[in-house]
Structure formats: C-alpha cells, structure tokens
C-alpha cells in the first residue's frame, strides 16, 4: 500500500500551501516537540488591511535562549482572542463571505481558554480543515519516540507511520539528506508553492502570502478552486 505522509510545526491560521500540503496526503503529522522558534509562523500570520498586510500575533511566553520545544510554549495574554476577533471584523466584515463563517471562528477568538500554542493551532487547523472538506488524519510528533539528527527524525516518523513517501516543503532542501531516506526506501517530494491564481481580494494589491482565512472569507465555498491539490484531484 502506498502511504504519504507530511511533518510539518504547527502554524497560527496559515497560509492555503499549508493545507495544499495537508490535503495531498494521507497522514499529517504536526512536528511539536521542535524546538519553539521567535518571530516565525508558530504564533502569528498576515491578514490584509486597508493599508497593506498586518500582522495577527498571539503573544506566549519565551524561555529565552533555553530549549522550549513547541508543545509547551503558552500563551502570555488571555485577551489575544478578543483583540485579533476585532482586527478581523474591522478588515474582514466587507468581504463577501465573512459573515457566512462568523458563527465558525468568533467562538474560537472569543471563547478559547487554551493556553498552550499547539491547542490553539490545532483548533483552527481541524476548523478549517472541516470548511475545505479536508479529511486528513492529523497526528503529533510527540506520541512518537524519536531519535537522531533532523532527517534520521522525520525517516523514524515515515517508518512508525508505515509511509513510503514524505512531501516536504522546498524550505527543509537546506538540511535534508535525501540520501538517507532513499536507504530507507522512501521516496521525497517536493512541495511547489509558486504559480498560485490569484482571486478577487479586498484592499489592493493581490497578496498570496496571507492567511488562508482571506482567502475563505473573500470566496467561500469556493476558495478550495484557487488551490492547487483540490485542482489536481477533480482532474
């Protein structure tokens, strides 16, 4: 049987490469027990705004230069929610689909009492996964019992899982030893994030690089038509 599978950090509302990623394969695993990384993806992403892209950040607290693994990285400020909800009210409430999906994400901002940052990823992962029609089981790297270097990590994850193939995004080319995981009979692909459509798009110019929430508020039941792996699979 052929298996794919994905492991990839837990990001705060992503951008719709992260769940093209999720929906191209059979298992997704979320890598949170690496280590917590400063200003990156884990606790913050872009939105539009009337004047260009904004950021969303959930403020946690930072052990500093200490080894802080992902899975227990918590929140700093319990009022995160409320004040990221209003952002998005304020430059989302215009767009044709908003209020469609309010009824979806005003609980997760106003209602969340999670205070550890994979929780929080992971429900607005599983809730967005449910809009796009994405079925991907999602697993966490810390049930797993790893060991060695970057690559001898992911292999142990493929193996466990019974994967033979791991798709990976072109940033991990950096580190990866592709070499390993064809000794190990799996094969690596790559992600290709470019050649992306463009929609119709509140606040001019178009920008890709944003939340996948611009993307479902602006076109709904559509926005799985500007992805690239729900393209793929209707042909």
């Not at 929610?81 to 009824?103: C, D, M, R």
């Not at 992306?196 to 709904?220: A, K, R």
């Amino acid at each position: 049987m052929h298996k794919k599978i994905a492991i990839l950090q837990s990001n705060y509302i992503p951008w719709k490469g992260y769940f093209d990623l999720i929906n191209q394969v059979d298992e997704f695993i979320l890598y949170d027990d690496m280590q917590y990384t400063k200003n990156d993806w884990r606790n913050r992403n872009l939105i539009k705004s009337s004047t260009g892209i904004q950021w969303l950040t959930i403020p946690v607290k930072h052990k500093g230069k200490s080894l802080q693994k992902i899975s227990e990285t918590e929140i700093a400020k319990y009022n995160w929610g409320k004040k990221h909800w209003q952002t998005l009210v304020i430059n989302y409430s215009k767009a044709p689909y908003f209020n469609h999906y309010k009824e979806v994400f005003e609980p997760l901002y106003l209602n969340n009492k999670e205070q550890n940052l994979s929780q929080i990823n992971y429900l607005f992962l599983t809730a967005i996964n449910k809009i796009l029609n994405i079925n991907t089981p999602i697993s966490w790297s810390s049930d797993f019992n790893l060991i060695g270097n970057k690559t001898e990590r992911l292999i142990a994850l493929c193996q466990d899982t019974e994967a033979n193939e791991y798709i990976s995004g072109p940033a991990a080319k950096s580190y990866m030893d592709e070499t390993l995981f064809n000794d190990a009979n799996i094969t690596v692909s790559w992600m290709n994030y470019s050649d992306y459509p463009s929609y119709p798009q509140l606040n001019p110019p178009f920008e890709h690089g944003v939340s996948i929430l611009d993307l479902i508020f602006n076109q709904g039941t559509n926005a799985t038509k500007y992805m690239k792996s729900f393209n793929h699979l209707e042909q």
